[in-house]
């Protein structure tokens, strides 16, 4: 160890910068904040045991650190302490760990597996955040929370098992991991974060709990392959665009008992051909199957008072629209562009908005039941 190191006590302050190899002396039991953030050079560390705390930033931008061993005497990674650590592959977490901070391993787009020791109940916001090579992430049983981010951009990430223990599934956990295929939901979630899968563009099956209350806004939006999903009916929440532009979606019933449903939800399914609504719905809402172009079967529930905008416009394929007598306002371009539409019989009470049939050039006639 030379002058450009600094220890006080039993913490490590400081590292020479300009270290490849680092021997971290065995009175050391807390490596401090930014201790080896910038040693660009540096490509090997040896932690002994004893060591206890990885500080905040402590090897934060060490882009050219290949190989670290963490001993079993430590209890705690905080913040970002392997932040940007873009070279590193591998790295073993010691089992009785206590709690691996937000952003610990972001960015370190070499990493390839990691399995999280028993006894860890959360995975905090973005700590692997950006790692483009993990394929493999192995979650403890003792699991509870997955943080916002947790797993946001893991390109390459194609398997994880959600452990029993899991009660939430925080905002986009699970963004942009391009290479999942399937997820199964364990019973104890009860709500699905805002994009929490957005853009899994490889996901083809998502197994959805029978406890589940809410999906959170864009939570399934761009998974390109999904090709089924099971909505139960205790499903109370669904946001908006949830399942928008899901291409590969063909069937789809929605749960009975929804009190809050978003926009958008179904958007842009181009393959979906079928929708049930349940008999509880009083209103089909804003771009609900907008730009659907395979639908040809849909319900409109007895009770569906409005057909709000834009709510099937460019339903190319949509032919029959049996419109029960509770509906009352059919807002505007509801049914834009449904050019398969020949006829349609129109409720006593209805009020029409501008445009709510407009582009339907193969409606030839349209009637008003008698007064």
């Known amino acids: 160890m030379n002058e450009n190191c600094m220890i006080e006590g039993d913490i490590l302050r400081k590292w020479d910068r300009s270290a490849e190899t680092a021997v971290i002396p065995e009175t050391v039991k807390t490596i401090g904040t930014n201790a080896f953030s910038g040693c660009l050079k540096l490509r090997k560390v040896i932690i002994p045991f004893g060591v206890e705390n990885i500080g905040v930033s402590a090897f934060a931008g060490c882009v050219s650190l290949e190989s670290v061993n963490i001993p079993a005497s430590v209890k705690r990674i905080e913040i970002r302490a392997f932040g940007g650590c873009a070279a590193l592959e591998n790295i073993t977490l010691p089992e009785n760990m206590e709690s691996i901070g937000r952003s610990a391993f972001s960015g370190c787009s070499s990493l390839k ?35 916002k981010s947790a797993f946001e951009g893991c390109e390459k990430l194609e398997v994880v098992i959600l452990p029993d223990s899991l009660k939430n599934i925080d905002l986009k956990a699970f963004r942009g991991c391009f290479s999942l295929t399937e997820i199964v939901v364990p019973e104890g979630v009860s709500e699905i974060g805002e994009s929490a899968f957005d853009v899994c563009r490889s996901l083809e099956k998502a197994i959805l709990p029978k406890n589940l209350r809410s999906i959170g806004k864009q939570a399934f939006m761009n998974c390109h392959c999904l090709r089924e999903i099971n909505l139960h009916n205790g499903i109370k929440s669904i946001g908006e665009s949830a399942f928008e532009k899901c291409k590969s979606l063909t069937e789809v019933e929605l749960p009975r008992f929804l009190t809050n449903i978003g926009d958008r939800i179904f958007k842009s399914c181009i393959h979906l051909k079928k929708a049930v609504i349940p008999d509880t719905f009083t209103e089909i809402g804003h771009e609900m199957f907008m730009e659907c172009s395979a639908l040809t079967d849909v319900n409109i529930p007895y009770r569906v008072a409005t057909i709000t905008d834009q709510a099937f416009e460019g339903c190319l394929s949509l032919a029959d629209v049996d419109l029960p007598e509770s509906v009352t306002v059919i807002s505007n371009k509801a049914f834009g562009d449904c050019i398969s539409i020949t006829n349609i019989t129109l409720p006593e009470k209805l009020t029409i908005l501008s445009f709510a049939f407009c582009g339907c050039a193969g409606i030839k006639k349209s009637l008003f039941p008698k007064q």
């Open 113 to 147: 597996e990691v399995i999280i020791p028993d006894g860890m109940t959360e995975i905090n916001e973005k700590t692997f955040y950006g790692c483009k090579s993990l394929e493999r992430a192995v979650l403890p049983a003792t699991l509870e929370t997955i943080g």
